[in-house]
């Protein structure tokens, strides 16, 4: 089953349902998606529930840009991320690391008692594949593992040319987190060779938290049936079988795969290549607005995020001061994370965000900044 964009409404019109959550995740949900958790809740073993199951299945593949399965599972996308990990690497893995997230993917490398390597760069630069090239020739490797968006620095990772590395200098499966890329940036699963991706309902999908989403190749596949110890709920191997049989691995969400079935039809409806425009017109007219301000992004020049931009706090401001100005303003930002948070605030521009609610959060940016950074107002009123 797949979704027929020629006879779905637009789920939002010209005029209606402003935003003014700039979270880099969870995204703003839209009403009516919101209102498809109402629906009453089904046997997930039923024909009823089946039915829509098999819908969003069939409408994953082209969104994750690939021929292989895609599984989903209830939690977040930790969970598939260590179950990536664990269904496909016995013994030795490669973690390149950026910020926060994939630092993450290195300590369940770790906490799985692997021999967990790491390239690391510091936050706000991107792995270039001259990295990687040379880590995987000081050593053998069963995985790579790679954030494409690096949510806590806005960062996105040159991935298709470090998987062209990783496929042309070792036989490592290339394990992709994806949880604030997919259906926001440019991603080619099968096109750059890509094994396991994985993301979450949470971000550019602009679905409530709660489902995480993984494609796995058949090169993937056919590694994992050799790893032992793959878990239950995070073997990806029991996943696949129960998703060909029809159906989820355990009890789903019920409400957040209604609501991931509604805004499938969205994403349908606009265009997948379309979304991925929108999303590189955001990220440019915050990149201008920062530019014309004097505003620093946290990333490398030409390494920025289509779906969160990390800022540097303008002089005599905090990144928390800046969050606080704009709630008062009636705006929801991100603070910054983890080292970054004094000093950096994040927009996530992500999602079902469009240039005109864009507008508005730059213009309530200009109004706050006009003002002196809270510590001076202080001064001024003593």
């Known amino acids: 089953m797949t979704y027929d964009s020629t006879s779905r409404q637009d789920l939002r019109s010209s005029d209606d349902e402003p935003i003014r959550f700039f979270l880099p995740g969870p995204s703003y949900v839209l009403s009516r998606v919101r209102d498809a958790q109402t629906r009453a ?34 939690g977040s996308a930790t969970l598939l991320l260590q179950a990536a990990v664990q269904s496909c690497v016995e013994r030795r893995v490669l973690h390149l690391v950026c910020g926060a997230f994939s630092q993450r993917w290195l300590d369940i490398g770790v906490s799985l008692g692997l021999e967990a390597d790491r390239v690391e760069v510091p936050p706000g630069r991107p792995i270039t594949p001259d990295l990687v090239r040379a ?57 750059w060779g890509l094994d396991v991706v994985v993301t979450a309902s949470q971000k550019a999908l602009a679905v409530p938290p709660g489902v995480s989403l993984a494609s796995v190749s058949p090169r993937a596949e056919e590694r994992m ?95 928390p001061q800046i969050v606080s100005a704009l709630a008062d303003r009636g705006f929801t930002l991100g603070a910054g994370y983890a080292e970054l948070k004094p000093t950096t605030f994040r927009i996530g521009h992500m999602g079902e965000i469009q240039e005109r609610d864009l507008e508005g959060l730059l213009d309530a940016m200009d109004d706050a900044l006009k003002a002196p950074p809270p510590s001076q107002s202080h001064t001024l009123r003593n």
């Open 225 to 319: 049936s050799r790893v032992g110890r793959r878990g239950y709920y995070t073997d990806l191997q029991r996943y696949l079988a129960k998703h060909r049989s029809g159906g989820t691995l355990s009890t789903p969400a019920e409400s957040v795969y209604w609501a991931l079935d509604a805004q499938l039809g969205q994403v349908s409806l606009e265009g997948l290549e379309e979304r991925w425009k929108r999303h590189q017109r955001l990220q440019k007219r915050t990149l201008d607005w920062a530019q014309e301000r004097g505003v620093e992004l946290a990333a490398e020049k030409g390494f920025g995020s289509p779906t969160v931009s990390a800022l540097k706090a303008p002089r005599g401001w905090t990144g």
């Open 135 to 191: 880590a995987l020739r000081r050593g053998r490797y069963e995985a790579v593992t790679v954030v494409h968006s690096e949510t806590s620095t806005g960062v996105l990772n040159p991935l298709r040319e470090i998987a062209e590395v990783i496929r042309s200098e070792s036989d490592a499966l290339i394990l992709v987190d994806a949880v604030s890329s997919l259906a926001g940036a440019i991603l080619e699963s099968d096109g």
């Open 41 to 74: 809740t089904v046997a997930h073993r039923s024909a009823e529930f089946n039915e829509v199951y098999e819908r969003i299945t069939g409408a994953l593949p082209p969104i994750f840009r690939t021929e292989s399965p895609v599984v989903t599972a209830t």
